[in-house]
């Protein structure tokens, strides 16, 4: 249900389910939900408790995993075609199976996803707060450092530094931001990203920036976002520096892959474009930073919230004044005399 509600719509009709990772009859492997769409297949094995239970051991059904998923990946190009990515999720309910026990270690080195209590509590939520542009997240977060594909994006870009840190300046489609971003939510199922800042969302604010953008309107400070080169390695072919400035022009080249630019600032303006006609056609002003380590990041993400101060209703009443007078709308032209009349009292 939950992956229905991400966009799946192609899935397993019942738990007999098999889906062959051979060419003999025995070589299948039953699979619990099967979830579809254009770009990715989803294998998903549960295993549930009544009551909270330690896990046993799954070091055998991992240390098989890596020779089926090659399988899988043939039977599924065979039935739907070449092209979409197969991620493996491991789904548990009420059992305890640590992130850093050696299980996870295989599943992970597999190329598996483990997807506890925790995960499947954060991606509810994940849907309530952002509906429909909730499968980007959800994208990031299991297919974290993976390609979208071979093709590098290349932006022209500024190279400058900044308190010792290195830093671009460049400007891209919100449609690609939201694959290659990432946002550090406080949640449990982001643990092993500690320390993370960011609160997900409010539904409705999120409603409203997409009605702001669709209707004409635009945000021009820039979205601050921090690369990892451990995960996206940048390449800047810089121009020579002007005597005048130590920063530089150039064409920057970064990693088309999921979840690589983490988004320390600009995420409502960012998932505002999720639903929006312009995701596509817009271009969003960027300032990215490279390898902060994640202190800095929540550094800067708390420097950049306690130093922003919203604008007074009486300064706010004043610019409507001047903003509005002269408007070719006649009920702005009202909001300006009303403005007015409300400085004059």
């Not at 982001?190 to 702001?212: A, C, D, H, V, W």
Request: contains cysteine.
């Amino acid at each position: 249900c939950q992956l229905y509600r991400l966009g799946y719509r192609q899935l397993n009709v019942d738990e007999t389910f098999c889906l062959p990772f051979g060419q003999s009859s025995a070589e299948k492997k039953q699979i619990d939900v099967v979830a579809i769409n254009d770009d990715t297949v989803l294998l998903v094995e549960c295993k549930s408790s009544e009551a909270p239970a330690k896990a046993p051991s799954y070091k055998t059904e991992f240390d098989a995993l890596r020779l089926r998923l090659d399988g899988f990946r043939k039977s599924i190009d065979q039935s739907f075609g070449p092209g979409r990515r197969i991620k493996y999720l491991f789904a548990t309910r009420n059992l305890r199976l640590a992130r850093d026990s050696a299980d996870v270690i295989r599943l992970n080195e597999a190329g598996g996803f483990y997807y506890n209590d925790n995960t499947f509590e954060y991606v509810d939520s994940l849907i309530k707060a952002y509906r429909d542009a909730a499968h980007y997240q959800f994208m990031g977060l299991l297919m974290k450092g993976q390609q979208i594909n071979k093709d590098k994006i290349e932006v022209p870009a500024i190279e400058g530094t900044m308190g010792n840190k290195t830093y671009y300046m460049f400007s891209l489609e919100p449609q690609t931001l939201l694959k290659i971003g990432f946002v550090l939510h406080r949640t449990r199922a982001n643990e092993s990203e500690m320390p993370t800042y960011q609160r997900l969302l409010l539904p409705s604010r999120l409603k409203g920036i997409t009605k702001f953008i669709d209707g004409g309107g635009y945000f021009p400070n820039s979205a601050i976002l921090n690369f990892n080169e451990r995960e996206a390695k940048l390449e800047f072919q810089g121009q020579a520096r002007s005597k005048d400035s130590a920063s530089r022009t150039g064409l920057l080249k970064i990693p088309n892959a999921f979840a690589i630019a983490y988004i320390i600032d600009g995420q409502h303006r960012i998932y505002g474009y999720a639903n929006s006609r312009f995701k596509g056609s817009n271009t969003i002003p960027v300032v990215a930073f490279k390898n902060l380590d994640p202190g800095d990041q929540l550094e800067l993400f708390m420097q950049i919230n306690e130093n922003q101060k919203a604008v007074s209703p009486t300064l706010r009443i004043t610019l409507e004044e001047d903003l509005y007078w002269n408007a070719s709308r006649l009920d702005s032209r009202l909001k300006a005399l009303r403005s007015s009349v409300i400085r004059a009292l």
